[in-house]
């Protein structure tokens, strides 16, 4: 870029000089030739901060080709746990599932919710409401996993407890998914050092949840507190802690997919 300012420098003294003996001509066509120059410099430039753009969007996109499912628990008629405070477990699951999703969608990977609303999956006609929704759930995940076996599935939820003194953030796996045990550790151990500093908690395998059985691909169950203590239920109705609740849950996501 240097040699062709230093030219386009050298041309205009050239064309100069050639004015000043009032050769038309050549000045005719010296104009011409530092208006070619001209053009050639700034698409050079054009091209050179392309290039840049492209790069810095590729450097941001590390997880292209992975697809991510976030599952918001419950929905529709199903609010799901009922905070101390009378939180909805159904609204805040679906608030901090669309936070994950604005966050992952610069990292390059396909991010699918299986809800974007407050309603459930299934149809007014469904004898079984619960079974139908969670059916459709495993449908959507195993439909991408078919498309895609590069996938890890992370189901939003809140927990309860009769004792209002149980808090903290605990994610449950199956025990027979090497993926969904290992994406469990990471997460909770992100989980720990940031939420459950005073209050540490293991990962809990499960072998009965419906998600966890009949998907094909690593899953993983993210309770993000519980509802029946007074913190938790305040601190995850607030926008503030959601976001950073989703934040968490990312950054665990995406050391797993470093890996």
């Not at 999703?101 to 409401?129: F, H, M």
């Not at 519980?226 to 989703?246: C, H, T």
Request: with cysteine.
């Amino acid at each position: 870029m240097t040699n062709i300012i230093n030219w386009m420098k050298t041309s205009f003294t050239n064309m100069y000089e050639i004015l000043k003996r009032n050769i038309k001509i050549e000045a005719v066509m010296a104009f011409l030739l530092l208006m070619s120059i001209t053009m050639i410099a700034c698409n050079m430039e054009k091209i050179v901060e392309s290039d840049n753009k492209e790069t810095k969007k590729q450097e941001h996109k590390p997880f292209s080709g992975y697809t991510i499912v976030i599952d918001p628990g419950h929905g529709g008629i199903d609010p799901g746990k009922i905070g101390i405070n009378d939180a909805l477990e159904k609204n805040i699951n679906l608030s901090i599932s669309l936070y994950i999703e604005e966050i992952l969608k610069n990292t390059g990977a396909k991010v699918v919710l299986t809800r974007e609303s407050d309603t459930g999956l299934y149809q007014e006609s469904d004898g079984n409401k619960k079974r139908a929704d969670m059916e459709k759930r495993c449908e959507i995940i195993n439909k991408e996993y078919l498309e895609n076996e590069k996938i890890i599935v992370v189901s939003v939820h809140q927990n309860s407890f009769t004792s209002e003194n149980v808090k903290g953030a605990q994610v449950f796996y199956y025990r027979n998914s090497a993926g969904g045990t290992e994406l469990a550790k990471i997460m909770q151990t992100i989980l720990n050092d940031n939420i459950n500093i005073n209050n540490k908690k293991e990962i809990k395998e499960n072998t009965s949840y419906y998600m966890l059985l009949h998907t094909k691909c690593p899953t993983i169950i993210v309770e993000c507190g519980f509802l029946s203590n007074w913190d938790d239920a305040n601190n995850l109705s607030s926008d503030e802690y959601q976001k950073r609740m989703a934040g968490l849950i990312c950054k665990g996501i995406e050391e797993y997919l470093k890996k």
